[in-house]
């Protein structure tokens, strides 16, 4: 660890939610961010990882090193959420280019390298699809070992999903790595709908950032775009931000130790995340409960949102 922070490794599939959470892990005091890799999910690899550089460029954190990685889930074709996201995957924000070139190595290499070099100390925050992790663990068998905890977004285990009434998009994109992934040894938090569901940014919290000047609060201004502006939605959760935050602060959600099961059949329920008690099954902590002002006020002072929204 370097000077008590906790070392984080950021997987992303960058997207509105992940860009802010890109700025929390910058901005939280107890976070070192060692290296963000990227997958595809909600928009193309190619756009996740531009997208991802800029964002880095923009916090001024260039240097932080980026690994691309895997452009299509483990078995199925990759179905995005550019309606979500806008067609870039940035909501309409479009920060000027990083100066600084990828990793010369791909994102699960990165994440192996990176858990070797630090064993026990690293913890992964995945917040797209599975699949980088899933590779990591095929490449390195000893992860499980040699990372601190993983927090994972992803599931809906007693909520509604939001991609179908069963799945949450980013196990439903690749269910055969999240299958994967649960089955494993790893120290996995779970941080799901039933969570991310509780804390957004609000359309009047957006509307007063026009007057932001902090290039974070102007992040969030600009990636809202397409949500507020084009959509017309109400409000905007905060899905990829909250699982950074449980990174740091673990006891922001209260967690249930449970196996979990994964539905990678072709029928309706293709994705679904389940709660299971069976002989054999590793356990991990799934986010049932989650103190939503809490972490609405470290989100909102890491960014710099109250100066202008308050
Ligand atoms: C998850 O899906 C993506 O669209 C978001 O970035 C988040 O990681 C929420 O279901
Ligand atoms: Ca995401």
């Known amino acids: 660890m370097s000077g008590g922070r906790i070392p984080i490794l950021l997987d992303v599939d960058t997207g509105v939610d992940d860009a802010m959470a890109i700025a929390l892990a910058l901005r939280l005091d107890a976070v070192e961010l060692v290296g963000v890799t990227t997958v595809a999910g909600n928009v ?11 964002v880095l460029a923009w916090l001024g954190a260039p240097e932080i090193p980026v690994a691309r990685g895997m452009s299509r889930p483990l078995v199925r074709p990759l179905r995005t ?29 990165f994440m192996v390298r990176t858990a070797r070099e630090r064993p026990g100390e690293v913890v992964f925050v995945c917040v797209g699809p599975l699949t980088n992790l899933a590779v990591a663990l095929g490449l390195e068998p000893d992860l499980p070992r040699l990372v601190r905890r993983v927090v994972i977004m992803g599931g809906a285990f007693t909520v509604p999903g939001n991609v179908t009434p069963a799945a949450e998009f980013n196990v439903y994109v690749d269910p055969e790595s999240a299958a994967a992934v649960a089955r494993s040894a790893l120290p996995i938090t779970f941080i799901g709908l039933d969570v991310t569901h509780q804390v957004a940014l609000l359309r009047t919290e957006w509307e007063r950032l026009g007057a932001a000047t902090d290039p974070a609060a102007r992040l969030v201004r600009g990636v809202g775009q ?46 679904e995340t389940m709660l299971v008690e069976r002989p054999g099954l590793p356990t991990h902590d799934v986010a049932l409960e989650v103190d939503a002002a809490a972490f609405g006020t470290l989100f909102r002072s890491a960014l710099r949102l109250e100066v202008v929204a308050g």
């Open 226 to 271: 397409h949500s507020f502006a084009r959509r017309g939605i109400d409000q905007m959760h905060l899905h990829d931000p909250l699982a950074v935050a449980v990174a740091a602060c673990p006891n922001l959600v209260r967690t249930r130790a449970t196996g979990v099961a994964i539905d990678t059949g072709l029928g309706a329920r293709a994705g």
């Open 81 to 109: 959420a550019a309606w979500v996201h806008g067609d870039t995957g940035l909501g309409g924000f479009a920060p000027p280019p990083s100066p600084v070139p990828l990793s010369p190595v791909t994102a699960p290499e």
């Open 44 to 54: 193309t690899l190619e756009h996740t990882t531009e997208n991802t550089r800029r």
